[in-house]
């Protein structure tokens, strides 16, 4: 068995034919003498022929937008980004406003404020008995 | 020469500025119904039963209190007690005790003179509780706005209808009972209340955020400006109704409102109407101010005053993106 300059992935070139003319002379001659790297070359015809035989395979469902999944993937990174930049402006910008304070109109405090002066002007009598009269604002 | 034309034309706009003034007071001669009818208060003794109705929404409520006076002291009695002693104004429950809404020191607003806005018509007499009365009828526009029946002798006011601007009946005051001219027994002087009254202030003093023009629509005339407890109370007159002005700063918490409030749109805006036995009142919302009006006025015509106030919108709109930046937030997370 000659184990000097085995071909290697030459071999597979030369099933393909890709090969020099020179480049295919010195395999050969190698072949002759090398019962390894004829070995070889069976076992790779013979599996190049197996592939061969296999019956076509339909892609399964999705597998082209899998395909080019990775381009709209970097599109979405994209707008989450700008998203995640929006969020934090109108954070930062909420957390600059101060808290307003909030009015709760007192409003049975501010009806008899105004009965109160009304009824001075106008006829007093009907403008001040409203006053007593038994109203539940939060009934 | 442009000096003596400049003094000449002082002394012209002297000599006629005063005109329209004096024919205004020359058209008041009349006698103003509300006017007698106060004087009639605060000198006849009376004591009797009261029936008070007005319309909340679609619905006519009624109640009915005890009312007395004697030497120009008032007492009416419901679920809690109102009183009038000369100016002052008083209220007391259980719960809170004395509370005096108007100091005697202030006075009175005032108001315009009722023919500026209103006419002024006899309606021939009718009876009421008893009491022969002559009917007095104030209108605007030609739609009769508010009836009185005036107690013939005594022009002690016995019963007031108030109308809207369709003639719908809005509020009414009914003596259904009445004793006129036995002194009744009042209560003692009450002691020195827990609050304090509003002291007048100044028009010039009012916060500029909390100015308003000195006429709103409808007639409406500034008469003035009063403050307590922090809030302005600006007070307004047509000669007939009156109304009362608060604007307070910050933004509307409505969990206080009333629970009995109409939900309504004014300018555009939410607002938030209510009503009770003495008038109506309206609360909105606009830039940081919280505007309550309310007023013994018809519901009709309060929106429409509403409608005539100035409002203070945000005068920066960083402010207002920060706000709206804050809302947007808080909307998820809760107030922080």
Redesign the interface.
């Known amino acids: 068995m000659s184990t000097a300059a085995h071909p290697g992935d030459l071999l597979s070139a030369l099933l393909d034919g890709e090969l020099t003319a020179r480049e295919e002379e010195d395999v050969r001659a190698h072949l002759e003498t090398c019962a390894d790297c004829q070995r070889e070359l069976r076992l790779v015809t013979e599996g190049r022929a197996s592939l061969r035989d296999l019956p076509p395979v339909d892609p399964p469902f999705g597998f082209y937008e899998r395909l080019v999944r990775p381009r709209h993937r970097w599109a979405r990174a994209g707008v989450a980004a700008l998203a995640a930049g929006a969020a934090a402006s109108?954070?930062i910008?909420?957390l600059?406003?101060p808290?307003?304070?909030?009015?709760?109109?007192?409003?049975a405090?501010?009806?008899?404020?105004?009965?109160?002066?009304?009824?001075?002007?106008?006829?007093?009598?009907?403008?001040?008995?409203?006053?007593?009269?038994?109203?539940?604002?939060?009934? | 020469m442009m000096r003596k034309r400049i003094v000449g034309l002082a002394v012209l706009a002297v000599l006629i500025g005063p005109a329209p003034i004096a024919l205004a007071r020359a058209r008041t001669g009349e006698r103003d119904p509300?006017d007698d009818?106060?004087k009639a208060?605060?000198q006849t003794p009376f004591s009797g039963s009261?029936t008070?109705q007005?319309r909340e929404a679609s619905v006519l409520r009624t109640?009915q209190?005890t009312?007395k006076?004697t030497h120009g002291t008032?007492l009416?009695?419901?679920?809690?007690?109102?009183?009038?002693i000369g100016?002052e104004?008083l209220?007391y429950s259980p719960a809170d005790g004395w509370?005096e809404?108007?100091p005697a020191g202030?006075?009175?607003?005032?108001?315009p003179n009722l023919d500026v806005a209103y006419d002024v018509r006899t309606a021939g007499t009718d009876h009421v509780a008893g009491y022969p009365t002559d009917v007095v009828e104030v209108l605007k526009a030609g739609v009769v706005r508010d009836r009185l029946d005036l107690e013939a002798a005594t022009k002690?006011?016995l019963r007031?209808r108030q109308y809207d601007s369709k003639g719908v009946l809005e509020r009414a005051?009914t003596f259904d009972q009445i004793q006129i001219g036995d002194p009744a027994m009042m209560p003692p002087t009450p002691p020195a209340p827990k609050q304090a009254?509003?002291r007048p202030l100044s028009f010039s003093a009012v916060p500029a955020s909390e100015r308003q023009p000195s006429r709103l629509a409808a007639g409406y005339e500034r008469?003035?400006a009063?403050r307590?407890?922090g809030?302005v109370?600006l007070?307004y007159?047509d000669g007939l109704y009156?109304?009362?002005l608060?604007q307070?700063?910050?933004?509307?918490?409505?969990?206080?409102?009333?629970?009995?409030r109409r939900t309504t749109r004014l300018d555009g805006r939410p607002a938030w109407a209510?009503s009770?036995?003495?008038?109506e009142?309206i609360?909105w919302t606009a830039g940081?101010t919280?505007y309550?009006l309310?007023?013994?006025v018809p519901a009709d015509e309060l929106t429409e005053v509403a409608a005539s106030v100035s409002v203070h919108p945000s005068t920066s709109v960083m402010?207002r993106?920060?706000?709206a930046?804050?809302g947007?937030?808080?909307s998820f997370t809760g107030?922080?």
């Open positions: 109108v954070g910008m909420a600059a406003a808290r307003e304070a909030t009015v709760a109109p007192h409003v405090q501010l009806v008899d404020a105004h009965t109160a002066s009304a009824s001075t002007s106008g006829d007093p009598i009907s403008e001040i008995t409203p006053a007593a009269a038994p109203v539940s604002w939060n009934r | 509300l009818a106060r208060a605060e009261v008070l007005w109640d209190l009312v006076g008032l009416a009695q419901g679920q809690r007690s109102a009183m009038a100016a104004r209220v509370q809404l108007w202030l006075g009175s607003p005032g108001h002690l006011l007031r005051f009254g509003p008469l003035g009063y307590q407890g809030i109370q007070v007159s009156d109304l009362s608060f307070q700063q910050g933004g509307l918490d409505t969990g206080d409102l009333p629970a009995q209510f009770w036995p003495g008038g009142g609360v940081r919280v309550t309310v007023g013994d402010h993106l920060r706000q930046c804050r947007l937030v808080e107030a922080f």
